[in-house]
């Protein structure tokens, strides 16, 4: 089983800053099958990013994604107050398609 | 209106079973690959399933292999989770999610129901 660690586990940031997170593997993810997803409290999760840097239908260009063999990074390019959320990144390259332990962005 | 819908969920004994469906309302099913994910009180998302757009290929997480059961009948647009010897750790919300491949090549989950909560309590 490939596992994935997430940090920081929080990340405060002001609204406009860059947010940068990182996704680490135990062994390489196949073909880069990694994905990022949203997650807010009372709503289910929310793609954004898979195949490492492909955006998901409808989300801005501000979220951008980046990595290869066991490291994978997501970006927010300038924060703005509905980014506020969890976010796991999760690999499908084997056959079970494990999720990080997620990071808390955070209003500082 | 909400793509896909759990329903199923409750409060179950330990050690009895449960069963939850995913129905599709709007998006088809038939030709994805189609996941079972869950959400703990307090905790974050973990994969628990996954079963191949024709059913033919099925994977699960050890935490529940041997225990749950993926299906799916894609003449009723639905999908299924047989949930055995269910044990206190088993208590989430689940979330059934269509997956953007087919099952022999996956592209993450673009479609997500809202959840069911499963609470197993003694």
């Known amino acids: 089983e490939i596992v994935l660690t997430q940090s920081p586990g929080t990340l405060s940031l002001s609204p406009g800053e860059r947010a940068t997170l990182s996704c680490r593997a135990s062994?390489?993810?196949?073909?880069?099958?990694l994905a990022w997803y949203q997650h807010k409290p009372g709503q289910p999760p929310r793609l954004l990013i898979y195949?490492?840097?492909s955006r998901a239908t409808g989300i801005p260009d501000r979220f951008s994604g980046s990595g290869s063999g066991t490291d994978f990074t997501l970006t927010v390019s300038r924060l703005e107050l509905e980014d506020f959320a969890v976010y796991y990144c999760?690999?499908?390259?084997?056959?079970?398609?494990?999720f990080g332990q997620g990071t808390k962005l955070e209003i500082k | 209106q909400v793509p896909l819908v759990e329903s199923g969920g409750g409060v179950v004994q330990p050690g009895r079973s449960l069963r939850l469906s995913c129905a599709a309302s709007?998006?088809?099913?038939?030709?994805?690959?189609m996941h079972w994910v869950r959400q703990p009180p307090g905790k974050g998302l973990e994969w628990l399933a996954v079963?191949?757009?024709?059913?033919?290929?099925?994977y699960y997480a050890d935490s529940v292999k041997g225990r749950f059961t993926i299906s799916r009948d894609n003449s009723k647009n639905t999908l299924y989770l047989q949930m055995n010897s269910l044990r206190v750790e088993d208590t989430a919300v689940y979330y059934c999610?269509?997956?953007?491949?087919?099952?022999?090549?996956?592209?993450?989950?673009?479609?997500w129901g809202q959840g069911t909560l499963v609470t197993v309590s003694s």
């Open positions: 999610a269509r997956d953007q491949g087919d099952g022999y090549n996956n592209d993450g989950a673009d479609y």
């Open positions: 709007g998006v088809t099913i038939r030709s994805y690959a």
């Open positions: 079963i191949s757009y024709d059913g033919s290929n099925k």
């Open positions: 062994q390489s993810v196949s073909s880069s099958y």
């Open positions: 195949g490492t840097s």
């Open positions: 999760q690999q499908y390259g084997s056959s079970l398609h494990t």
